[in-house]
């Protein structure tokens, strides 16, 4: 039984108490005094009720004795079991030794990473267990500060934080009791570094937001990451939609699973089928694989380019994403995993589903909660901070002193329309720095084509004769034209000619639904 006193800061109050507590013949077991709270604590052993309605009356009457409660715990209990939970719950081995070296208290993972109990441990100097540092000898030192050091267990590397334990004599001197030591193994240590660079890597931090569209983007997605319910991503090639796919994955409570992607748009369709659900081996001795579902189980799956995916992947998407179940390749069995789907597209998936080339009902599925990027034009005030951020990167990676931007460069990669987007802009950078012989990044450097939202690129120069120049121009525009106008009649709307002048060259340059992707 415990007791929580709350009295004044009296001399002799402590006393009085306990004087009460052996004239009801109460065995004590211990006593605590909290002064800054001016509190008392005392404990002894369970005592009779009729007793203990004598006990807290008689404590009452003290002069200076405010309270008089019954508590679950000692200050010191509560402390020692905070630590004891502390040091089970920590994933480094923690080591207390006292000022010899003795050691008096370690923690479960210490225990596994020396390859020793408890039992065995407590009571060793700990120059037996950690080679390559001389505690003793740092105890014994003159001045003893923390230290970071690398010792060795059994043959194996790890890094030792050793940190001095110091009890206050008096308001000026201490007294040393010992040390408490936090050991990390090289594969423990490159796990925080992995986990370290993965987040600066991949998070939302690494993605500029100084346009008001990329803010509201990054806004909605740290909210959507918190969810289960698909991602669709859309925008332009180069706009950054996988980094903020894996934005979302590793701000999510999966982000300790793994995070994998399937080009839609790169793979035949039978691989593709494979890398996605695995395969599962024949009689013909070929071993069975896991695909990227299994792999990703617990984590997220992320669809690049899926508008670019085949009718036949796409119905085998839609029974997973039903039921969460799919069969290998070549299998029967039924697989079920617990993934989140993310996808990224730059097509126009609504006027695709329009035309049946992409499956309505997947659409919907797919399309649950959606993300859209803005391309680079649109978000000219991104466009600073984004050269600088690869000016630096990329000056690091050549080993030379970031360049500055020449007076006026700014101002030009702001008008450029950049049909790449980021990615265009990022390896028009790095190109300039590892090329670069001066100090100052000039517009030339760039080396940017011309470029026009309707026309696309612009050729600079051109060979042969004017009739054959045009004749190229004049092929290159239809061709872009086409996926948007695939009739005679709609182009000779849109250009404002003849259907039949229309009908005749897209004979001519042979401009048809077989040639050009619609």
């Known amino acids: 039984m415990r007791l929580e006193i709350h009295c004044a800061d009296r001399i002799g109050i402590a006393q009085e108490i306990l004087n009460i507590l052996v004239s009801y013949h109460v065995d004590l077991k211990g006593i605590e005094v909290d002064s800054k709270h001016c509190r008392m604590y005392v404990s002894f052993p369970p005592i009779e009720f009729e007793q203990f309605q004598k006990i807290m009356p008689s404590i009452r ?34 080591i207390s030794i006292d000022a010899k070296g003795m050691v008096r208290l370690c923690n479960d993972a210490a225990c596994r990473d020396l390859n020793v109990t408890q039992s065995e441990i407590i009571g060793c100097n700990i120059n037996t267990l950690l080679k390559g540092f001389n505690f003793n000898r740092w105890l014994e030192g003159k001045e003893v500060l923390g230290q970071t050091t690398r010792v060795e267990v059994d043959g194996e590397d790890f890094i030792a934080d050793i940190l001095p334990i110091s009890v206050p004599e008096n308001q000026v001197d201490k007294i040393l009791a010992g040390a408490v030591i936090n050991i990390k193994s090289q594969s423990r240590l490159g796990q925080q570094v992995s986990a370290f660079r993965r987040y600066g890597q991949e998070s939302f931090s690494t993605i500029q937001t100084n346009s008001t569209a990329m803010r509201r983007v990054v806004r909605e997605a740290r909210k959507m990451a918190q969810l289960e319910a698909p991602i669709l991503i859309t925008g332009e090639t180069g706009t950054g939609k996988e980094l903020l796919a894996r934005a979302c994955h590793y701000a999510s409570h999966r982000s300790m699973k793994s995070f994998l992607a399937l080009s839609c748009a790169s793979l035949p369709d039978d691989v593709a089928e494979t890398e996605l659900f695995g395969y599962a081996g024949y009689e013909d001795g070929a071993k069975p694989s896991r695909g990227i579902l299994e792999q990703a189980d617990g984590g997220t799956v992320f669809f690049d380019e899926v508008g670019e995916m085949s009718a036949r992947l796409q119905t085998k998407l839609l029974r997973f994403l039903q039921d969460g179940t799919f069969r290998r390749v070549g299998s029967e069995n039924e697989i079920k995993v617990n993934v989140r789907i993310i996808a990224s597209t730059q097509k126009d998936l609504p006027g695709m589903v329009q035309e049946g080339t992409f499956r309505e009902d997947l659409y919907y599925r797919i399309n649950v909660l959606n993300l859209d990027i803005a391309p680079l034009r649109d978000r000219s005030a991104d ?21 500055t931007l020449e007076s006026g460069c700014l101002e030009y990669l702001q008008q450029y329309p950049w049909p790449g987007n980021v990615r265009q802009l990022e390896n028009a950078i790095y190109r300039a720095v590892s090329l670069l012989d001066d100090d100052v990044l000039s517009a030339e450097h760039l080396q940017l084509p011309s470029f026009t939202n309707d026309l696309g690129y612009l050729e600079s120069d051109f060979e042969g004769s004017l009739e054959q120049a045009v004749k190229r121009f004049e092929s290159t525009l239809l061709r872009k034209l086409y996926p948007a106008y695939p009739s005679s009649r709609q182009l000779a709307k849109r250009l404002g000619l003849s259907h039949t002048a229309v009908a005749n060259k897209l004979r001519e340059y042979g401009i048809n639904r077989k040639s050009i992707k619609v």
Not at 64 to 90: C, I, K, Q, W, Y
Not at 393 to 400: E, L, T
Request: hydrophobic content about 40%; charged content about 20%.
């Open 61 to 94: 009457l003290i002069d200076g004795v405010e309270d008089v409660r019954t508590t679950a715990f000692m200050p010191s209990e509560r402390e020692h079991n905070e630590l004891n939970t502390l040091l089970s719950a920590l994933p480094d081995g923690i």
């Open 383 to 403: 466009i600073g901070p984004l050269t600088e951020h690869f000016l630096q990167k990329y000056a690091h990676q050549v080993g030379r002193a970031a360049p």
